[in-house]
């Protein structure tokens, strides 16, 4: 299971990465919503039977990116 190949390019994921940093006024307050929101997907992959082939942090930095790029899917994690 932990062997296969992701599906995602990972230039696509860096490139993705690059853009939230230089888009925030904060690194580290992004590196704080990308690591609360992977460990939630984590745990959500244990009730889930069919666990997703994406690791959770590439996951919450594609789900991240997607609500930079449309602002109304933003939820507000801070806090």
Request: aromatic fraction near 6%; avoid cysteine.
């Amino acid at each position: 299971m932990y062997n296969k190949i992701s599906p995602i390019n990972t230039s696509e994921v860096n490139r993705l990465t690059e853009t939230l940093m230089k888009g925030s006024s904060s690194r580290y307050q992004i590196t704080v919503q990308v690591a609360k929101r992977a460990k939630r997907f984590r745990y959500e992959e244990f009730d889930n039977p069919n666990p997703s082939e994406v690791k959770p942090v590439v996951r919450a930095i594609l789900e991240m990116s997607d609500e930079v790029t449309q602002p109304e899917l933003i939820i507000d994690e801070i806090g």
